[in-house]
């Protein structure tokens, strides 16, 4: 074990914290039975568990149990968001807003949905990676009928203005969809305050297990429809039909409970292991953080580096520290990611990029490592290139 490299890749997944695991487990073997079987104590077991897990998701985000669908992860949950108002909403519009530096869990709906006749507009972002307000407003129509915003963007960590962007969209009686994937557990949620309809959650980047996530359907003022994208047993007040997972809804509600009791304290340490990570890293010239500087998750630093090639970066790092440049869902395609384009960064220097996402088992000692390892090899690579 002693000799795999560092896990700096926390917005791709995270591992299962052994307080998750142990409260999962008694779900697999004796806990058995399916929360739909309303005749016997194993159907009960299994419906109390999961009770209490969607009462921890609903506290975590300002909500009721009843608004809390679960899905199979946040892609299923904004596949279903947008998918499910556009079939329900068409009649009103066929209009959609979202921004550029979406994950493809979201753009890639929207463009399906391009196929079926919507309209969508894709909002650039500013150098920071925040979306503009003005811009916003300027693309909202009378046939607007929902607007896609992520709460936390998983390569660069930028936290987008909710609360703003759900005042903007309650007053035009526009739906207000949120990917809080990378936020649940992270940062503070409120649907109530931040006028959110919609809001796609997971377990796995908060320390839970995968194939496990969540939707919030917002159920008064106003109460919102979605038309279901997977039929079957009526499940989850129709919305979402399939057998309730136990073990992993359990794993996930523990997951949150813990993220939350800790945030306060854990974001403080995140914070300062971040700017131990750029305090070594800015003693180089020609190197940037990419997303805004403080309005960004406390795990995340994302760099591009000047005058080394992106490939020969990421392999010089290999070794030593594991991490990723993008996104983990985009890293087999060799297109550069659609996020620092988005930001004005040319494909160069979007390739020669480094997102290290640092977790709740990092410490000071790993992170000195890495530092130095990547100062070492940042030198050395643009040493080789002046000799060329
Ligand atoms: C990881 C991630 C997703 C996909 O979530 P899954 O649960 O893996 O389907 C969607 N959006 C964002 C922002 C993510 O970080």
Redesign the pocket.
């Given at each position: 074990m002693s000799s795999r490299p560092i896990y700096l890749d926390n917005?791709a997944t995270t591992a299962v914290d052994k307080r998750v695991l142990a409260a999962m487990l008694p779900y697999f073997t004796e806990n058995f039975g399916n929360p739909a079987s309303n005749s016997h104590v194993y159907g009960w077991e299994a419906e109390a568990a999961i009770k209490q897990a969607r009462e921890i998701l609903a506290t975590a985000i300002n909500a009721t149990p009843e608004e809390i669908v679960f899905t199979s992860?946040?892609?299923?949950a904004?596949n279903l968001a947008i998918k499910g108002v556009a079939e329900a909403y068409f009649q009103k519009g066929q209009h959609i807003i979202t921004a550029a530096t979406e994950?493809k869990?979201v753009l890639d709906p929207c463009e399906y949905l391009k196929t079926l006749g919507f309209d969508i507009t894709i909002l650039p972002v500013q150098k920071d990676g925040l979306i503009d307000l003005t811009e916003l407003e300027k693309a909202l129509r009378p046939d607007t009928i929902l607007v896609s915003v992520?709460a936390a963007n998983?390569e660069i960590g930028v936290l987008q203005p909710l609360k703003e962007i759900g005042e903007i969209c309650r007053h035009r009686q526009i739906l207000f969809h949120t990917?809080a994937?990378?936020a649940i557990g992270k940062i503070p949620l409120d649907v109530r305050s931040q006028k959110i309809d919609l809001m796609s959650l997971?377990a796995?980047?908060v320390y839970g297990p995968k194939g496990i996530?969540a939707l919030y359907v917002r159920r008064r003022n106003p109460r919102v429809q979605i038309a279901p994208q997977q039929h079957g047993g009526g499940h989850e007040r129709g919305m979402r039909s399939g057998t309730l997972y136990t073990p992993q809804i359990v794993g996930f509600g523990k997951a949150v409970e813990i993220a939350l009791t800790e945030q306060a304290t854990e974001n403080q340490r995140l914070t300062s292991l971040r700017e131990r990570l750029w305090l070594h890293l800015s003693h180089l010239q020609g190197i940037q953080i990419n997303g805004h500087p403080t309005q960004r998750l406390a795990g995340n630093l994302n760099i591009s580096v000047e005058g080394v090639d992106g490939a020969a970066l990421l392999l010089g790092l290999q070794p030593v520290a594991a991490v990723s440049s993008g996104s983990a869902?985009t890293s087999t395609n060799t297109a550069p990611s659609h996020v620092l384009t988005a930001l004005g960064h040319s494909e160069q220097l979007a390739y020669a990029s480094v997102r290290f996402g640092i977790g709740r088992l990092n410490t000071e000692e790993e992170i000195d490592i890495v530092a130095k390892h990547a100062i070492a090899t940042i030198q050395s690579l643009r040493k080789q290139a002046t000799l060329v």
């Open positions: 917005h992860g946040a892609t299923e904004n994950h869990a992520m998983n990917d994937a990378q997971t796995h980047k996530g869902c």
